[in-house]
């Protein structure tokens, strides 16, 4: 079996890269940055986007390419669209003029869901869209787009919506690596306190190599056209989180609430309902919350000071 992932070059890209490689498959990554295992090319571009999944032929292709930032979505709505939406149209546009009969698994994210209030306790994906950003947005309308290339053309999708995944590699800009890398700071006494937002809301949080495990099993197992919520099904509150990195630290680590961070959450818990992913492909979480923070820890510590 030979798999194309676009964005090969990122975190989840590598990781999924390693757990495809060790259930045989060739691979074959794509990312606008160059690498040493990833053709370079723009995915906005449809006439190369053709001649690489032409020339490359895959059984099955992992859509993980993305701009991922929400705040910068609101600052550049325009490349959200191109790089979120027009990607994912040049890809399904190219498997269908080439009557390629490969598995499509578009990767989605569960921000499209948007403020859940009670109904966050367990999100099925049933569970009305109510997106609240840029990002959301053009996460939904790559979805409904995959749902259309199922629909009137036959193309093998299927989709994800990815609740949050972190480990080893996973930039600052998410809670954990966040609170891991600022740790670490403390730890090379770089900084002297840890400065922290609201810590009340709870949150699913899935390591990322069950995450890409479960992509190869949509990819497996899945059914065409059906879009799959991803996470652990167990919900962590922030501060249970930080309370944990900081019995892991080397020394005490001093926490300091800021007021500019503390945004109450309109969503006290988020929760994924994984029962259809379950029941499809037998998949279930393997991994802990505390493998997640160590092997982020660890990360970090071992990053050059």
């Known amino acids: 079996m030979k798999a194309l992932i676009t964005g090969s070059e990122g975190f989840v890209g590598r990781y999924l890269r390693r ?41 099955v292709v992992f859509h993980l390419a993305a701009l991922a930032n929400v705040g910068l979505s609101w600052r550049k709505p325009q490349l959200t669209f191109q790089l979120n939406v027009i990607s994912a149209v040049n890809l399904m546009e190219s ?9 499509l698994v578009i990767v989605g994210s569960s921000d499209q869901y948007g403020p859940l209030g009670a109904a966050g306790a367990s999100v099925r994906e049933d569970q009305p869209m ?28 299927r989709m994800t919506r990815s609740f949050n995944h972190g480990g080893a590699g996973q930039k600052p800009g998410f809670m954990i690596p966040d609170f ?21 809301a709870k949150r699913d949080f899935t390591h990322v190599k069950d995450m890409v495990r479960a992509y190869r099993l949509i990819a497996e197992k899945g059914k065409p056209g059906t879009v799959y919520n991803v996470g652990s099904g167990k919900v962590w509150s922030a501060r249970e989180v930080l309370d944990r990195l900081i019995g892991m630290a080397e020394c005490p680590i001093p926490v ?3 007021p500019a961070r503390m945004r109450p959450s309109d969503t ?37 000071e």
């Not at 109510?130 to 999708?157: C, F, H, T, W």
């Not at 306190?193 to 009340?200: D, I, R, T």
């Open 256 to 258: 300091r609430q800021d």
């Open 268 to 304: 006290p818990v988020v929760c994924c309902d994984h029962s259809r992913l379950t029941e499809d492909t037998g998949w279930m979480p393997v991994y802990s919350l505390d493998d997640i923070l160590r092997d982020t820890l660890a990360y970090y510590r071992g990053l050059p």
């Open 95 to 103: 498997l269908r003029v080439l009557g390629s009969k490969a598995a």
């Open 19 to 59: 757990e495809l490689e060790d259930s045989g498959y060739q691979v074959v990554g794509v990312d606008l940055t160059p690498g040493k295992d990833a053709i370079q090319a723009d995915l906005t571009d449809s006439d190369q986007v053709l001649r690489t999944v032409e020339r490359e032929a895959p059984d």
């Open 180 to 200: 891991a890398s600022g740790i670490v700071r403390i730890e090379r006494k770089q900084q002297s306190e840890l400065s922290v937002g609201n810590l009340a």
């Open 130 to 157: 109510r997106p609240v950003s840029p990002y959301a947005v053009s996460k939904i309308a790559q979805e409904n787009m995959g749902r259309l290339y199922a629909e009137s053309y036959g193309l093998d999708v």
